[in-house]
């Protein structure tokens, strides 16, 4: 099966992220690895990105904490 790559309007899009969220997200290990496609291009793996999509919707929301 191959994979299809996903530029960063269309991950911003299926995310619900903003650039910069998606970017710091990425940097501590919290969202896919982006793939260098050439010189100035990137994109993430569809499937990685479904992947964390799914993981998201499994993952107990968060208490609020306590000021």
Excluded: C, H, N
Aim: charged share 30%; aromatic share 8%.
């Amino acid at each position: 099966m191959s994979d299809r790559f996903v530029r960063l309007a269309e991950a911003l899009t299926r995310s619900g992220l903003s650039r910069s969220s998606l970017y710091r997200l990425e940097a501590v290990g919290m969202f896919p690895r982006r793939v260098k496609l050439g010189q100035r291009s990137v994109a993430w793996r569809e499937s990685q990105l479904a992947a964390w999509i799914e993981s998201r919707a499994e993952a107990p929301a968060r208490a609020p904490e306590a000021a």
